[in-house]
Nanobody
Framework: QVQLVESGGGLVQAGGSLRLSCAAS????????MGWFRQAPGKDREFVAA????????YYADSVKGRFTISRDNTKNTVYLQMNSLEPEDTAVYYC????????????????WGQGTQVTVSS
């Protein structure tokens, strides 16, 4: 069983930065691929970024590539999402998620989810 808790969301002006954190509990965190997703009002949950268990491979949605960076610190059981050059279109609730095997961009294939953290970017 894995429990995930996101933090670091908030209100920021366009062009600003935020760093989201996702703290995980569970002894097998180090083995799990992790993903960040977001959901804006009235829209489906969408893929943002993902990272494999070791941190050696990362994947990004085209909309955030070059602006966002996903990383993990397995000694701290934490995954991060550094978000730079934020745009109003990035406004959403951001969720981290975990699954047992393989990196994927499909939300339905992730078993464990956090409660989400709100990110609001003003223009």
């Amino acid at each position: 069983q894995v429990q995930l808790v996101e933090s670091g969301g908030g209100l920021v002006q366009a062009g600003g930065s935020l760093r989201l954190s996702c703290a995980a509990s569970g002894r097998t965190f180090n083995n799990y691929p992790m993903g960040w997703f977001r959901q804006a009002p009235g829209k489906d949950r969408e893929f943002v970024a993902a990272i494999n268990w070791s941190g050696s491979s990362t994947y990004y949605a085209d909309s955030v590539k070059g602006r966002f960076t996903i990383s993990r610190d397995n000694t701290k059981n934490t995954v991060y999402l550094q978000m730079n050059s934020l745009e109003p279109e990035d406004t959403a609730v951001y969720y981290c998620a975990a699954r047992e095997y393989g990196v994927t961009a499909t939300p339905a294939q992730y078993r464990y989810w956090g409660q989400g953290t709100q990110v609001t970017v003003s223009s």
